[in-house]
């Protein structure tokens, strides 16, 4: 199991004139899909990650085997 924490900056209020254009628009959707593209890159990596390397950084296991 991978744990994500999103960090989104604070952005300031655009430009009213600014705001509804089609450019605005694209640079939106390109920079959501960018870091949603490394958010879903990282967390493959750390669920790529040996389970012992995992423990050893402090992610919980899924192995609850009863013994």
């Known amino acids: 199991?991978?744990?994500?924490?999103?960090?989104?900056?604070?952005?300031?209020?655009?430009?009213?004139?600014?705001?509804?254009?089609?450019?605005?628009?694209?640079?939106?959707?390109?920079?959501?899909?960018?870091?949603a593209w490394q958010r879903h890159r990282a967390e493959r990596e750390q669920e790529s990650m040996p389970y012992d390397l995992r423990k050893d950084i402090g992610y919980r296991s899924w192995d609850k085997t009863t013994r």
């Not at 994500?4 to 300031?12: D, G, I, K, T």
Request: aromatic share 2%; glycine share 2%; no cysteine.
């Open 1 to 35: 199991m991978a744990i994500a924490l999103e960090h989104r900056p604070v952005r300031r209020a655009s430009s009213t004139r600014d705001a509804g254009s089609l450019s605005h628009i694209v640079r939106e959707f390109v920079e959501r899909t960018v870091t």
